[in-house]
Every structure is written in structure tokens, then in C-alpha cells.
Nanobody, 127 residues
Framework: QVQLVESGGGLVQAGGSLRLSCAAS????????MGWFRQAPGKERELIAV????????YHADSVKGRFTISRDNAKNTVYLEMNSLKHDDTAVYYC????????????????????WGQGTQVTVSS
């Protein structure tokens, strides 16, 4: 497994931008598919975006498509979530996660598909 540490959360006004980073430890980071999830109070953990181990495949949930972008830099053991045009409804704790499942990345959709998690970073969007 890899250890994951998120950073970059904070308070931002609606319409603003933030970039979340997730730093991974472990020499095998490049072999993991990576995802970003979020969880608002009283709601289930929601998949936001997924990226394959080499980066060519990405998935973004409809709720963030066109506003958020997932990317990764395997040389830096880091995955990013660029968030633009933020809305109040984007307020949540954001988690990065890694999956070592040997399946096509497009099949990774559930929290159960990911076996390593960061501690989360709070994003608050003021309206």
C-alpha cells in the first residue's frame, strides 16, 4: 500500500479556484490508479475523478465535469485536482485514494475499489 497526504484545501469564495495535491509515499506509486472523492456532512462519499496509473485515462463525475481536472506526476509521486468555478455545493472533505485492483480503470467507481486513503482536506466554498 501507499501512504497518502492531501493538501491545498481551504476557504474560497464561489467562483474561485483551488488546487488540491496528494503526495504519496512508496516506490510503486506509478502502478496505482488514483481517485479523488468528497464527502459532505450527512452525505455518502462521492467519487469525483479517477486517473489511470499512466495518466491517459481520466474520469470526472458529471457534477464536476468541465470545472475540475485530475492529473498526476509520477516523477513527483503526486496527484492533483484542479478545481475551478467552485460552487457552494462543492463544500466537503476531499479525499485522495489509491487502487491496486487489477481491473480497467474505467471500472473503478466505488470507495470499495480503493485500498489506500488519505486523511482528507476540507474545502469550504462561501456563497
Amino acid at each position: 500500500q501507499v501512504q497518502l497526504v492531501e493538501s491545498g484545501g481551504g476557504l474560497v469564495q464561489a467562483g474561485g479556484s483551488l488546487r488540491l495535491s496528494c503526495a504519496a509515499s512508496g516506490r510503486t506509486f506509478g502502478s496505482y490508479a488514483m481517485g479523488w472523492f468528497r464527502q459532505a456532512p450527512g452525505k455518502e462519499r462521492e467519487l469525483i475523478a479517477v486517473i489511470s496509473w499512466s495518466g491517459p485515462y481520466t474520469y470526472h463525475a458529471d457534477s464536476v465535469k468541465g470545472r475540475f481536472t485530475i492529473s498526476r506526476d509520477n516523477a513527483k509521486n503526486t496527484v492533483y485536482l484542479e478545481m475551478n468555478s467552485l460552487k457552494h455545493d462543492d463544500t466537503a472533505v476531499y479525499y485522495c485514494a489509491a487502487s491496486s485492483k487489477i481491473v480497467p480503470t474505467r471500472n473503478l467507481r466505488s470507495p470499495a475499489d480503493f485500498n489506500s486513503w488519505g486523511q482528507g482536506t476540507q474545502v469550504t466554498v462561501s456563497s
